[in-house]
């Protein structure tokens, strides 16, 4: 598996869009859509392969906010019911998006991923680098990691790692600002 060394910048996840945007649809699929459900959401790959297996469901929160949820049985350990607020971009169309007919193999995503960042000269992401920058962007917005790893239903060790990146880049950022 190809995996990024950073997660995107908000450049890159413009790009991104812009560029799914431009390419329209992928055998059918709205690209735009597809990214913006990886980025907005974290999703890992297999619940947007197959929601029908992940008892995927929608429903509004006490403070009016629609939200998705989804069970993910884990490798090791429990199983976890995972629950994510959709922001505004995605709120409107997510669920019949989710509830569309799509393809339901997880290389139909990833080679559309590839697509897209070969035309956006970003051959190197995938799937995964949207639940890595998703986390990262929580981490470095100040979720407390309990929350980050619920929400992402990751591990202790994958936990570290999104905590690692956003430690590196803020490290950056005052050694930049300070003249270090």
């Known amino acids: 598996m ?29 690209v735009k859509k597809t990214v913006l459900m990886f980025m907005d ?5 297999s619940v947007m392969a197959r929601p029908e ?8 929160n006490p ?11 884990k490798k090791k350990g429990a199983d976890a019911d995972t ?3 959709l922001s505004p971009r995605i709120a409107d169309w997510s669920e019949e998006f ?8 997880l290389e139909f995503y990833w080679h559309m991923i590839k697509e897209l960042g070969r035309k956006a000269d970003m051959p190197e992401i ?3 680098t949207f639940r890595h920058t998703f986390a990262v962007n929580m981490l470095q917005g100040g979720a407390p990691d309990s929350v980050v790893k619920q929400v992402l239903n990751c591990s ?19 050694e930049e600002a300070m003249g270090w």
């Open 2 to 30: 190809i995996k990024t060394k950073e997660p995107l910048s908000v450049e890159q996840q413009e790009r991104l869009i812009e560029v799914a945007e431009n390419m329209g649809t992928y055998f059918g699929v709205d």
């Open 41 to 45: 959401t974290g999703i890992h790959i």
């Open 53 to 60: 297996k992940h008892n995927v469901r929608f429903a509004t």
């Open 63 to 73: 403070k009016g906010k629609k939200e998705m949820r989804w069970f993910r049985p």
């Open 83 to 85: 629950r994510v607020i």
């Open 98 to 105: 989710m509830q569309g007919k799509r393809p339901t193999y």
């Open 126 to 128: 995938s799937p995964m």
């Open 156 to 174: 202790e060790k994958t936990l570290r790692r999104y905590a690692r990146y956003s430690e590196s880049m803020i490290d950056s950022a005052v």
